[in-house]
């Protein structure tokens, strides 16, 4: 039994559920991310572990306890929210020291917890300055020690970067991070942005539309994505699909698509001849300096540097692909792209279902 445990819970409002019967063990001292889009009911869910929302059918138990009549307070928990919801009258040292205050404990007993926070954090020289005085990331910081002086079982993030600009973002990512190694406990992290997801957690939670498409640690749902929803959600930028038909002959496997272009398909493809299919091909995987596979190429659309690397896009089997390339070595916008692929980094997909092919 995980830490936090969610069994068949569901939330409805209105008469329309809108979580559906999800089933989630998440281990002591594991660091979860609940990702997807807007509106897919992972800020739901978190707000019904905290207690702020009422469950409308299944548990929730921390620990060993069923927590679902529970007030938010006797939780155990602590949360990190989007605004930073600081008292702007107080001083850094009181905001991290009330919730401490509301449960009977003196000055004298706060002091060396928020003293400790305030050292994890980098807060020492802020404690008396008021919100006011400081800057989004050290706002957030504070909202952040708030959570810690309480030493909670479990901590819990709704999007608590969203409102940073992409700089402040890294570096906040970073210091989360630290955090989380530095207090072990149990972390459930809600975003929309996969790219915290993937750098963040020890396992990624993907919704959509209330249900969980896929879990698994961040690497096994960028390499194995269970459907074309996952694959098109996780990797930035999106993984290409294209609409083919499978053709199998012997032990050759192939995919056919538009204008007359094929495509070898990996061996632990499980597909029929004639079957419709979706392929997936990562941007990161369509790199002129590939030496193996099958050959992709086409007129380019568009070319935008990043930097680093370059974002081609081209046209191939009647479809616009994205490509990433280091940037010294990106073609004009005037040539032809042509990068080749290696048969284990195409992904294949069920046309119909969605769900991968690959065994």
């Known amino acids: 039994m995980g830490w936090v445990e969610l069994k068949d819970v569901r939330k409805t409002f209105g008469g329309v559920e809108v979580i559906h019967g999800i089933d989630l063990d998440i281990a002591e001292g594991e660091f979860v991310a609940l990702v997807g889009p807007s509106g897919c009911g992972k800020s739901t869910l978190l707000r019904m572990i905290a207690g702020l929302e009422e469950v409308t059918g299944g548990e929730i138990s921390i620990g060993s306890e069923v927590v679902n009549d529970l007030s938010p307070r006797d939780r155990n928990i602590a949360m990190v929210f989007q605004s930073y919801a600081l008292y702007p009258h107080m001083t850094v040292a009181e905001n991290m020291g009330f919730n401490l205050k509301l449960s009977g404990m003196s000055k ?110 961040p690497m096994e749902l960028y390499l194995r994505p269970a459907n074309t929803f996952v694959a098109g959600f996780i990797g930035s930028p999106a993984m290409n699909l294209i609409n083919a038909t499978a053709r199998r002959s012997g032990d050759s496997v192939t995919a056919s698509l538009a204008a007359g272009a094929t495509l070898p398909l990996p061996a632990d493809a499980s597909v029929t001849d004639g079957q419709a299919i979706k392929v997936g091909l990562r941007p990161e995987h369509l790199n002129p300096a590939a030496t193996s596979g099958g050959s992709v190429s086409g007129s380019i659309l568009l070319t935008e540097l990043t930097g680093a690397q370059a974002h081609i896009v081209f046209q191939y089997a009647g479809a616009d692909l994205t490509a990433v390339v280091d940037s010294m070595i990106a073609p004009a916008e005037s040539e032809t792209f042509s990068a080749r692929i290696a048969p284990e980094h195409v992904h294949v997909f069920d046309a119909a279902s969605g769900r991968s092919l690959r065994s």
């Not at 993030?157 to 210091?175: G, H, I, T, W, Y």
């Not at 942005?193 to 539309?209: F, K, P, S, W, Y």
């Open 108 to 217: 004298a007993q706060q002091k060396p917890l928020i003293d400790e926070a305030a050292r994890m954090l980098d807060l020492t020289s802020l404690l008396e300055r008021r919100p006011a005085q400081l800057s989004g990331g050290q706002r957030q910081r504070v909202a952040m020690g708030r959570a810690v002086v309480r030493d909670p079982s479990v901590f819990l993030f709704d999007e608590p970067l969203s409102n940073l600009d992409a700089k402040l973002r890294v570096q906040m990512r970073a210091e989360i991070k630290l955090l989380h190694k530095k207090v072990g406990r149990t972390a459930i992290y809600v975003t929309h942005d996969q790219i915290e997801a993937m750098t963040l957690a020890d396992r990624v939670v993907v919704l959509n539309g209330g249900k969980v498409e896929q879990e698994g640690s």
